[in-house]
């Protein structure tokens, strides 16, 4: 444990440093927030010390259901104990008001401070200078803050986060608005101006929240002192990270919609007789009803004898997922049970339980239970839980009223979450692990085995999410569906095998991509009707799929290492380059570059690209795919032929890949390929429970490696190759 | 005055067949709200008698600030008296509840009944079975409500309109929602099936509204009986409808934003060399400061006389529209007297006057006037009063305050229209006409003499807010800017002829885009480096647009006698083929043709179509550009070469088309030929001042026309020619 002392600033109102980054001198400018302005109710509040480097503050009297008072999964306090002990808040007192319109707050943002986070964002990464209001909505068209999951959680290069605790549709204003001279204690600055980017954040600024219709909040501020650290606290408060089954870190392949038993197996042997891996398959039950509210009853014409069919799946060892979302059909038999502790509105024709009951959670869960998971069934795809405005707004009114006190608004910001508890209860009774999809999720998601997906599906937008996931405890796929080209399903496939799910939804599609590319939602029927008119030279693109299917099947070994550490120490698995080097303004707008793990940078491609520029943070590198080294701390542009995507890992990595089986629990999968990168100085880890369960070095001065293969969960590693890079 | 009874029916709750369009015998199925929820204190309220034709119920405490209490303009009441009498509200009383939200209202919506309006919505036109929240949006992405001038104005099929009188970003469930059957009063249908268009609407629904912030609202219930009707019943309510000056209805050109004196005569002079036909150019006097608010003093660099300026372009008979926007920066005249009467919070470093205040409005005006109309300028492009969440939001925050009461959340939903409010009283006091450009604008906006635009560009989004435009009181210019090619070019040129503003707007090009067609937003300053640059062949580019222009210059008298209408009978000049044919479900959803006046339908065509569908509603028609007969009430294909667009005219019209001048006052604009189309039966009308001001008719049987010339304003017609089409 370090001890990082307050460096305190003669008439500072900012408790300077500690917001600064760590590893450097930057110290932070003070700051001043302009006093309340007339005509509003001003209250100040103290930062009062809540959990080890956490704070909280306390303005008007904040509302019931929230977030926090919502949670289900408390925090991970010995782990939060365990990080860098921080003396002060890294923040000014907080200032707001209550207004007949809600609440009002006010932080100071100082000059270069730029703000990220807000949750599963698609249309920008970095905040300062915007506005967003954090409306739940399905189809997210613009950057205005809507989104499948928006989280009232930001965090700055400063080196702190802020937790408005929230179940509002709340709007920050990232110093985007500037009072009035008249209003206001100092000169602030212009909020806009026309120079280039970041050069117009040069000056001090006004993070300003409104939360309707509350009368109060609590704020929770997360020390760093960097960005990642802030974020970590944020996480660990969360619970801490999710670490997923293994299999759930193998390839997904969602069937289509009215596949059969007969067609579903049929594909399930397809897989492993064309040895593309394949370790979890989706499946719609067919439960939908004509107005579309589930019965969570098996379709008997598609699934006659489903224990049968599990089976069967089992012994080619497939994992299945089913689709579903919560809207519950009067058919379903526990709908009568669970009307009492539903909405007063329906979706779809049917009701829309509130989750936040126990009994409710409890009585939707037995039924899941025992119905779908004694059936050995190991996960579900919990759609529509999110809101639309776009498409029809098919969801629950934000006018709806809940048995538990929340008003639709509300229920909206955290439906994907107690949804998620549902499901993860009925696990953790069963003492099963899960993992799943989940296409809404809000504050405090860290800790649950749900990974968010959209059907948008801009290629750019996706690896966009991937990045924002990071920043607020959320996980993404960007999912394959079809493409335009063979190119496009390249490329898409090259990135989806690094991302937390690698999965192609087929959902709409009677063949896998790579047999039908141009395959539409548009154009589905009439694919129907003609199943079997595969592309013209189908298995070349095939055999490319299957390449780049094996890249993500020797990942795994790392992905494990890599979410392990979120579940330990919050680190997000991905995440984009600025949280890890916040001084470095080259990093501050990247949108199409990530980190995976403690190691890995990835840069996709998209279609139509043949070259790319790459931006490196400084340190030294190595080609991932050649080993060779490459210089950090600059911008390079790169030839982008279709067989690969840029990929770096930091010199002196020791980097163990599997060998790519037909699950990630096949005898393959454990036959290890070290790889050795500059000086092999960084360790290859894996640790469970706390303990290191792998560990494999590499001793450069005696060209040798050492193996310390441990206990880790599942069937033990062995080493069959050395591989020292790029010589 | 003809005298429409109401028709009971024993047991409903509908004033019945009052709703239903007068030329059919279909009656309005019965329906029943359903009651009100739980934990909601219901209020009910009757609709007492407001204007003939329009009643008006109160649900608790209305605001204080709403569009109908902030209003500047009266209704026309004579014009209202004059309608259609109805004895009885086509709707049964409102309900409505207080909660901690807001105010919510349920108003019934019965079996097939469809739902338009909302203002300049650009994603739909049709909204029964969705969702809007009427956010100010400059950077309207999606089909959730946000638009620049969002109107809580709705009209239906069954011939009433509703008018919700708040300045909230109110929320409207137009059916998509349904209570569960524990919560209502009978068993109301599924609000989403696969159905369908169109079909899934055959049950009787609620539309429910949510007002946030209020504990109170006024609703204003307009009667028809048929669509059109109500609408007009909704426009007089607001004042009647603009007749714009002549001159705006010719020609207008926005000029390069760094144009200077010589720059902008020259191209004046090339117009008129060049016979390009113009009777408005646009202008940047370049007085945007760095942080970009405005000083409103001409950049001396750029323009060392605007008077002898002015005069140049008078001379030419041009007018001159200037470019500005409201946000008034420290170096501006009249600053430090506005200062009192603006907002808490700046945009763009300069102060937000608050127009609802009769010193504010007159101190901003009299500056416009004594330095801009004094000197003969025509009119204002009043930019950027809208409002943003997409790019960067830069507006004040919904939580400003305004020293006449307003938040910013109301302030936004009146901004424009009180800004026109300046301009317009500005231009009454010089006793002037004026006819200009406005980004925002709302409810109660027909007497406004401004036309909306949009920073959006797709050609298919612009027409389809052309046709929204008529369902509320306003007015949308499809501005053609640069262009994906020249086929883009001219069928947006083609476009934009057919709306009430014909308009290039040239901002970001050195020059027109018939001679550099790709010069985009992205590249201008490259292009300024190299402004003699032109595309090869452009003088055959401009021959195209030329001849359209001159489409325009002949249809400038049948504008006049469209507007003149507008004024005396609100019916909108542009507008959706539904309105005037309520019941034709294959007109319900088009978003591609729309009317112009009382006998033209115009269906664009867009880059890339080489046909199009065509939908003609029933009766006898002719093709506009040969006379052809063409049989209506049927879906047809039409081949559609580059140099024309489907247009049709009622079989039967006298259609009077002027020669193309130089501007819409030059001697050749008086020259009419008429057109007879068909039996000629239906005689071409100007209207002033509630009495005929031309009319031209045609005697089939003798084959002559005959002429009254009356004294329509400005100089006086003479018929060179008839012709009779077709034949």
Same mark, same amino acid.
């Given at each position: 444990?370090?001890?990082?002392?307050?460096?305190?600033?003669?008439?500072?109102?900012?408790?300077?440093?500690?917001?600064?980054?760590?590893?450097?001198?930057?110290?932070?400018?003070?700051?001043?927030?302009?006093?309340?302005?007339?005509?509003?109710?001003?209250?100040?509040?103290?930062?009062?010390?809540?959990?080890?480097?956490?704070?909280?503050?306390?303005?008007?009297?904040?509302?019931?259901?929230?977030?926090?008072?919502?949670?289900?999964?408390?925090?991970?306090?010995?782990?939060?104990?365990?990080?860098?002990?921080?003396?002060?808040?890294?923040?000014?007192?907080?200032?707001?008001?209550?207004?007949?319109?809600?609440?009002?707050?006010?932080?100071?943002?100082?000059?270069?401070?730029?703000?990220?986070?807000?949750?599963?964002?698609?249309?920008?990464?970095?905040?300062?200078?915007?506005?967003?209001?954090?409306?739940?909505?399905?189809?997210?068209?613009?950057?205005?803050?809507?989104?499948?999951?928006?989280?009232?959680?930001?965090?700055?290069?400063?080196?702190?986060?802020?937790?408005?605790?929230?179940?509002?549709?709340?709007?920050?204003?990232?110093?985007?608005?500037?009072?009035?001279?008249?209003?206001?204690?100092?000169?602030?600055?212009?909020?806009?101006?026309?120079?280039?980017?970041?050069?117009?954040?040069?000056?001090?600024?006004?993070?300003?929240?409104?939360?309707?219709?509350?009368?109060?909040?609590?704020?929770?501020?997360?020390?760093?002192?960097?960005?990642?650290?802030?974020?970590?606290?944020?996480?660990?408060?969360?619970?801490?990270?999710?670490?997923?089954?293994?299999?759930?870190?193998?390839?997904?392949?969602?069937?289509?919609?009215?596949?059969?038993?007969?067609?579903?197996?049929?594909?399930?042997?397809?897989?492993?007789?064309?040895?593309?891996?394949?370790?979890?398959?989706?499946?719609?039950?067919?439960?939908?009803?004509?107005?579309?509210?589930?019965?969570?009853?098996?379709?008997?014409?598609?699934?006659?004898?489903?224990?049968?069919?599990?089976?069967?799946?089992?012994?080619?060892?497939?994992?299945?997922?089913?689709?579903?979302?919560?809207?519950?059909?009067?058919? %379903? *038999?526990?709908?009568?049970? $669970?009307?009492?502790?539903?909405? /007063?509105?329906? +979706? @779809?024709?049917?009701? =829309?339980?509130?989750?936040?009951?126990?009994?409710?959670?409890?009585?939707?869960?037995?039924?899941?239970?025992?119905?779908?998971?004694?059936?050995?069934?190991?996960?579900?795809?919990?759609?529509?839980?999110?809101?639309?405005?776009?498409?029809?707004?098919?969801?629950?009114?934000?006018?709806?009223?809940?048995?538990?006190?929340?008003?639709?608004?509300?229920?909206?910001?955290?439906?994907?979450?107690?949804?998620?508890?549902?499901?993860?209860?009925?696990?953790?009774?069963?003492?099963?692990?899960?993992?799943?999809?989940?296409?809404?999720?809000?504050?405090?998601? %860290? *800790?649950?085995?749900?990974? $968010?997906?959209?059907?948008?599906? /801009?290629?750019? +937008? @996706?690896?966009?999410? =991937?990045?924002?996931?990071?920043?607020?405890?959320?996980?993404?796929?960007?999912?394959?569906?079809?493409?335009?080209?063979?190119?496009?399903?390249?490329?898409?496939?090259?990135?989806?095998?690094?991302?937390?799910?690698?999965?192609?939804?087929?959902?709409?599609?009677?063949?896998?991509?790579?047999?039908?590319?141009?395959?539409?939602?548009?154009?589905?029927?009439?694919?129907?009707?003609?199943?079997?008119?595969?592309?013209?030279?189908?298995?070349?693109?095939?055999?490319?799929?299957?390449?780049?299917?094996?890249?993500?099947?020797?990942?795994?070994?790392?992905?494990?290492?890599?979410?392990?550490?979120?579940?330990?120490?919050?680190?997000?698995?991905?995440?984009?380059?600025?949280?890890?080097?916040?001084?470095?303004?080259?990093?501050?707008?990247?949108?199409?570059?990530?980190?995976?793990?403690?190691?890995?940078?990835?840069?996709?491609?998209?279609?139509?690209?043949?070259?790319?520029?790459?931006?490196l943070p400084r340190g030294a590198w190595c080609?991932?795919?050649?080993?060779?080294a490459v210089e950090g701390g600059?911008?390079?542009?790169?030839?982008?032929?279709?067989?690969?995507?840029?990929?770096y890992v930091k010199s002196g990595s020791?980097?163990?890949?599997?060998?790519?089986?037909?699950?990630?629990?096949?005898?393959?999968?454990?036959?290890?390929?070290?790889?050795?990168y500059g000086d092999?100085s960084?360790?290859?880890?894996?640790?469970?429970?706390?303990?290191?369960?792998?560990?494999?070095?590499?001793?450069?001065?005696?060209?040798?490696?050492?193996?310390?293969?441990?206990?880790?969960?599942?069937?033990?590693?062995?080493?069959?190759?050395?591989?020292?890079?790029?010589?």
């Amino acid at each position: 444990m370090k001890e990082i002392s307050r460096r305190g600033f003669a008439g500072s109102l900012l408790a300077g440093a500690v917001g600064a980054a760590l590893d450097t001198s930057s110290l932070r400018t003070a700051v001043k927030t302009e006093s309340v302005t007339a005509g509003r109710a001003a209250i100040s509040a103290r930062w009062q010390p809540h959990l080890p480097g956490i704070w909280k503050a306390q303005i008007g009297v904040p509302e019931q259901s929230t977030p926090v008072s919502l949670r289900a999964i408390g925090p991970s306090q010995d782990k939060l104990a365990s990080m860098h002990s921080v003396s002060a808040p890294p923040l000014m007192d907080v200032e707001g008001c209550s207004t007949t319109r809600g609440v009002e707050i006010m932080l100071p943002l100082a000059a270069g401070e730029l703000v990220y986070g807000f949750g599963l964002q698609m249309y920008s990464v970095m905040h300062r200078g915007s506005k967003k209001t954090l409306r739940v909505n399905a189809d997210p068209k613009g950057d205005s803050g809507d989104a499948h999951a928006p989280v009232p959680f930001y965090v700055t290069t400063h080196g702190y986060g802020v937790l408005i605790d929230t179940a509002r549709y709340a709007s920050f204003s990232c110093g985007s608005t500037r009072l009035h001279k008249n209003h206001r204690a100092q000169d602030e600055p212009a909020a806009y101006t026309e120079a280039p980017p970041l050069a117009q954040f040069d000056e001090a600024a006004t993070m300003r929240v409104e939360i309707p219709n509350a009368k109060g909040v609590d704020i929770y501020l997360f020390a760093g002192p960097t960005m990642r650290e802030a974020v970590e606290r944020y996480n660990l408060f969360s619970g801490g990270g999710v670490n997923p089954p293994e299999w759930g870190l193998g390839f997904w392949y969602r069937c289509y919609l009215n596949s059969n038993t007969e067609q579903l197996l049929a594909l399930a042997r397809e897989f492993r007789d064309r040895k593309i891996p394949c370790d979890v398959l989706g499946l719609e039950p067919g439960w939908q009803t004509h107005a579309y509210a589930c019965s969570f009853l098996w379709d008997p014409k598609k699934f006659s004898n489903p224990p049968a069919m599990v089976s069967s799946l089992k012994q080619m060892d497939y994992q299945l997922n089913l689709w579903e979302h919560a809207y519950t059909h009067a058919t %379903a *038999p526990n709908y009568h049970a $669970l009307e009492p502790y539903s909405g /007063d509105y329906e +979706v @779809f024709g049917g009701l =829309v339980p509130d989750f936040n009951i126990p009994q409710a959670r409890r009585i939707f869960g037995d039924h899941q239970s025992s119905a779908f998971l004694d059936l050995g069934i190991s996960g579900f795809k919990l759609d529509e839980c999110d809101n639309s405005d776009y498409t029809g707004g098919w969801a629950f009114p934000e006018f709806s009223r809940f048995p538990s006190g929340l008003d639709g608004e509300q229920m909206h910001s955290v439906f994907g979450l107690r949804y998620q508890d549902v499901i993860l209860e009925a696990f953790n009774r069963a003492n099963r692990p899960t993992y799943g999809l989940v296409r809404s999720s809000g504050a405090l998601a %860290a *800790p649950y085995p749900f990974v $968010l997906y959209s059907d948008l599906y /801009d290629h750019r +937008v @996706f690896i966009r999410a =991937v990045i924002n996931s990071g920043f607020t405890g959320l996980l993404f796929c960007p999912e394959v569906r079809d493409a335009e080209s063979v190119e496009d399903l390249i490329r898409r496939m090259q990135s989806v095998v690094f991302s937390p799910l690698a999965m192609v939804n087929g959902w709409y599609v009677q063949n896998p991509p790579w047999k039908q590319v141009h395959a539409s939602w548009e154009t589905f029927h009439e694919r129907e009707q003609n199943p079997g008119n595969f592309d013209e030279g189908w298995e070349k693109v095939e055999a490319q799929c299957r390449e780049v299917l094996g890249w993500r099947m020797q990942l795994v070994p790392y992905l494990r290492a890599s979410f392990a550490k979120y579940a330990s120490h919050g680190t997000p698995p991905f995440r984009a380059l600025i949280m890890d080097w916040p001084n470095d303004p080259n990093l501050a707008l990247v949108e199409d570059e990530y980190l995976v793990g403690d190691r890995m940078l990835v840069a996709p491609v998209f279609a139509k690209q043949t070259s790319r520029e790459v931006v490196l943070p400084r340190g030294a590198w190595c080609d991932y795919w050649t080993g060779e080294a490459v210089e950090g701390g600059r911008k390079f542009k790169v030839q982008t032929p279709l067989d690969r995507i840029p990929v770096y890992v930091k010199s002196g990595s020791v980097f163990a890949v599997a060998e790519p089986g037909a699950s990630a629990r096949s005898p393959e999968s454990r036959r290890l390929t070290v790889r050795v990168y500059g000086d092999g100085s960084i360790p290859f880890v894996i640790r469970e429970q706390g303990k290191t369960a792998m560990e494999i070095s590499w001793n450069n001065q005696t060209g040798k490696g050492s193996f310390s293969p441990g206990k880790p969960s599942g069937a033990p590693y062995t080493i069959v190759d050395w591989k020292k890079m790029g010589s």
